[in-house]
């Protein structure tokens, strides 16, 4: 749809019954498009919200490790927001069940609350990837300065 430029590729292709194409690996947006003031509500964003620890341990989990609970559960009219939800290990998760945190005397380590974007993009520089493809080297400043 020409919305993009590819600027690096991997060796990788992928092919369907009429062509072939090799995979990008580095692209850039041809419009500029403004980022979101606020984030979508996904899992990872909660998990990145809460930098991959459990709430209520503080043990720090890769994402497919951990689950999200709901502090007021939603048999108790509990809703799934920002405000409602932390990441949680799983003894954790079911050691609270669907109590109230006072109930079962665990309390979220941070209150949850909305992040801003910002804080998501503060919070993932924290968590680069284990492996950094050599393509995109040129492309990723993580805490280093730009050359004049």
Known sequence: MDRVSVLNEYDKAVHSPSMT???????????????????????????????????????????PDLTFDHVIPRCRGGRTTWENVVAACGACNLAKGSRLPRECHMFPRMSPRQPTTWELQDNGRAFPPNYLHQSWRDYLYWDSELES
């Open 21 to 63: 194409m090799r995979l990008p690996s580095v692209i850039a947006l041809k419009d500029y498009i403004p980022s979101s003031r606020r984030p979508a509500f996904t899992r990872f964003n909660v998990f990145l919200r809460d930098a991959f620890e459990c709430q209520y341990c503080g043990e720090r989990s890769p994402a």
